[in-house]
């Protein structure tokens, strides 16, 4: 978790955030370790508490951007999911279970969304064939405390008249503040394909 921006701030805080990196660190450690001047800013000393203040080893990052993440099935619905987790994690699943695992943060750390949003764009979207879905539309900020997800889907009955596509693309962005954005990534291309009977 970020430390404190303002005093006071203690060792601990300091030892406790830098284990958030490594869960293994033991004590003893000083100001002067390596990723201790790291997260404080400095390739050396001096070093005071103040350099640690508003610090976090946590690095918002956006990865798998600009790809298509594309599922198909015979008969049914087919749902491709984006979804943003609590932990800095990130998932597409697509409805038989098959799943990329993606982040927007680093180290991928339990419970770090309380503290940030994400905010879901559609950028285009397109549907082809007979049958139904869509997919989910722009939201405005969502605090990160539970998974929050976006979604392609398409459903197919019968067996004539081909397959239903329906794609979404996404931008992503995270903030800690719902207005400075810290995070993006774009192209989030979602497609579900559901094929005849």
Request: hydrophobic share 35%.
């Amino acid at each position: 978790m970020t430390l404190p921006s303002s005093p006071p701030i203690t060792a601990m805080d300091i030892f406790n955030e830098l284990k958030i990196a490594n869960p293994n660190r033991q004590l003893p450690f000083t100001l002067l370790d390596p990723d201790a001047l790291a997260l404080a800013g400095k390739s050396g000393p001096p070093i005071m508490m103040s350099d640690f203040l508003g610090k976090s080893v946590f690095a918002p990052g956006l990865t798998g951007a600009n790809t298509t993440y594309a599922r198909s099935d015979s008969g049914g619905t087919i749902t491709v999911t984006l979804t943003v987790r609590p932990d800095g994690s990130m998932t597409v699943t697509n409805a038989g279970g098959g799943t990329d695992p993606l982040a927007w943060g680093s180290p991928i750390t339990a419970g770090i969304g309380a503290g940030y949003y994400v905010r879901f764009t559609l950028t285009n979207s397109s549907s082809s064939g007979t049958g139904t879905g869509g997919a989910s539309a722009s939201t405005g900020w969502l605090l990160l405390d539970l998974n929050r997800t976006v979604q392609a889907s398409a459903t197919k009955t019968g067996s004539t008249g081909g397959s239903r596509i329906v794609s979404g693309t996404y931008t992503v962005e995270i903030s800690q503040d719902q207005s400075t954005i810290i995070a993006t990534g774009t192209g989030y291309l979602l497609r579900a394909t559901a094929e005849p009977l």
